[in-house]
């Protein structure tokens, strides 16, 4: 494959991409959640489109499908690559103003619209690795959106190599954007039976050369509080406060048990929102682990601290709902390994050394993976997402699509 001679498209693309406002909005109950995310997913559609691509469609929920068609004669199971379009909904990403910087020298990057945000060398670990390399950050008053639109930059340059290269044997390939995983919704309207894919590939992975087999499993609980309001001048053994009753079971959670404290395959419980007054509070938390038997210790754990609270307040009650997100995708994937070892080979033949890791999170292939469609996650080169200090390397998006291209060359050679 001759990228020597190819002049990538993946870093004008990301660029164009990251300036379409595409947040994802969790309170909302449209689907997608935010219409603004389909003016990007237009934008994809017409450029698949002119790259000679003939079935690149957005459907009703935001969703693009689109087929690179096979130029093989072989029988070449048919892979699918995915992204997601929408931006999280933690930080702005409105009026995102995209800099390169060339040629890292190693020094902190000051970020020229709000000096106080500084990414800086000895806080970000992996800029080690990109001295010489250019560096695109924001102008520090949004987040970048580097996570995904890296990875739906890298399959669209991807996909223009492989329609201008028809050297490069592969079978059919699929290409799928997705809304809103941003908010944990970016797989429920997938089309299974449309995208026809056997395995796939999320391009949503952070560090060079990485590839995640592994993710947290995770659940959500909603826990309602049911207090006893009176007037608070009559209130002396009468009120049950449901804020107070909140704040005594948040504070009863295991210090070693929440995200500031665990790192690598250490689970645990945290907060994520907490809303109401005196007679009621609803309290949302996540709840992650690396199986399945640890995640419903975890919500037992929390639920005995409820009750344990609320045994001071009698007259007081509560409501405990827990809802299934996603499951580790490992438990999949150990089933149909080589799914792992092609991306391993394909990074591989980049001239980069694979690293095999886990995943403190979630992507969209750890639900794909359930229903039917094994999906690792390969690099997109994104750091410090959600957040304005976010960065991506303009090298690192050229060697993901490099191995986008491998991983359809691999799969082509070692079929029947």
Known sequence: MDFENYKHTVTERFLRYVKIDTQSDPNSTTIPSTMKQKNLGKLLVQELTSMGITDAEMDQFGYVYATIHSNSTKQVPVICFCSHMDTSPDCTGENVNPIIHTKYDGSDIILPKDPTQVIRFSEHPDLSAQLGNDIITTDGTTLLGADNKAGVAEIMDAANYLMHNPDVKHGDIRILFTPDEEIGRGTDHVDMKKLGAQYGYTIDGESLGHIENETFSADGVTLL?????????????????????????????????????????????????????????????????????????????????????????????YDFKVTEQYRNMKDVLDTCYFVV??????????????????????????????????????????????????????????????????????????AN
């Open 225 to 317: 509080i049911n207090g006893i309001s009176t007037h608070p001048g009559f209130a002396k053994d009468k009120m049950e406060h449901s804020i107070k009753i909140a704040a005594e079971i948040i504070n009863r959670i295991p210090k070693d048990k929440t995200p500031e404290t665990t790192e690598k395959k250490q689970p645990f419980i945290h907060p994520v929102a907490i809303q109401g007054g005196l007679e009621q509070v609803e309290i949302k938390f996540i709840i992650r682990a690396f199986d399945t038997p640890t995640l419903k210790s975890l919500e037992a754990e929390l639920e005995e601290i409820t009750k344990s609270v609320l045994a001071s307040y009698k007259k007081s009650s």
């Open 341 to 414: 070892e092609n991306a391993l080979e394909a990074i591989t033949r980049t001239g980069i050394k694979p690293v095999l890791s886990s995943i403190r999170g979630g992507t969209d292939g750890s639900r794909l993976s359930f229903m039917g469609l094994p999906c690792p996650n390969i690099f997109a080169g994104e750091h410090a997402f959600h957040s304005k200090l976010e960065w991506v390397s303009v090298q690192d998006m050229e060697k993901a699509t490099q191995t986008i291209v491998q991983l359809a060359a691999i799969w082509e050679e070692r």
